[in-house]
């Protein structure tokens, strides 16, 4: 084990928005034993801010799914992949074909922006600082779209990915994160956690027999298949712990913290 890598919602951080004391030790361990440590998200830059209030991480996050690769310390962008705004109209036309319902919204390197109706009243207080208009009307050619959400509010997220998957396949890649609602996240084609991990690994000289890494959703099943040895949360969705192959215990009883504090007692190091 030279590298750990982890996702963040649902896998260390709860909807309390908070990270146990258990965790953040055993973080620390690993940080303090010279592991490499790097977390990979679907947020943005922008709400990384419980890795640098809770865990003191001032390393490299990869963010948007793979899409973004951007340096916490220096608070600056290192690297991004983005889709082209005409491919991401067509992607909003192709599923609005299939689904007349869908909302969309999307992430830039610089904002967020969102049609009306995307959030409902006060589902989301971290989105509620931005003005929903017609996407047409707020992007521009300079805007850099990391990130394009769909959703709907009738059945289930894989339900919806299963229906737009096949249809948008060569504009966008397409996965979920989102545990209770039918929220599409699609990026560029080919961009997903494990290309951006397996990138930063190799730039450390560090291949994927050594890289430990934890996530919860569809979102992760590239990572934890690429990783050496990949564990999917007990709590988290059928198709990631499937594509894992092995298990941490439930983020109810700090899985990841139990998985690190063995993997460190394997070197010798214990914890206090």
Partial sequence: MRLVA??????????????????????????????????VTGRPPRWLHPLQDQLG???????????VVW???????LSARTLD???MFEVRRIIKRLRPSALFAAETLTGFHLEPGFIENGSSELLAEF???????????????????????????????????PAVAHL????????????LELSLPGVNKAVALAEYASALGIGAADV??????PNDIE??????????????????????????????????????????????????
């Avoid at 963040?8 to 440590?37: M, N, P, W, Y």
């Avoid at 991480?57 to 899409?67: L, M, P, Q, R, W």
């Fill in 6 to 39: 982890s996702d963040i919602d649902g896998t260390i951080l709860g909807h309390d928005g908070k990270i146990s004391d258990r965790t953040v030790r055993a973080f620390h361990a690993c940080r303090d034993a010279g592991l490499e440590l790097v977390f």
């Fill in 57 to 67: 991480h001032t390393g490299t996050v990869i963010c948007s799914n793979g899409a």
């Fill in 71 to 77: 340096d916490l310390e220096a608070d600056r962008l």
């Fill in 85 to 87: 705004l005409d491919a």
């Fill in 131 to 165: 003005t929903p208009a017609p996407l047409h009307t707020t992007l521009t050619e300079a805007d850099a779209v990391a990130k394009f959400l769909a959703i709907v509010r009738e059945g289930t997220a894989d339900e919806f990915l299963a229906e737009v998957t």
């Fill in 172 to 183: 966008a890649a397409a996965t979920h994160s989102a545990p209770n609602m039918a929220l």
């Fill in 212 to 217: 430990v890494a934890f996530g919860d959703m």
């Fill in 223 to 272: 990572m934890l298949r690429w990783a050496g040895h990949g564990y999917a949360m007990a709590s988290g969705h059928p198709e990631a712990i499937r594509a894992a192959g092995r298990q941490a215990p439930h983020f109810d009883d700090d899985g990841v913290a139990q998985i690190l504090e063995s993997k460190l007692a394997e070197l010798g190091v214990r914890l206090p």
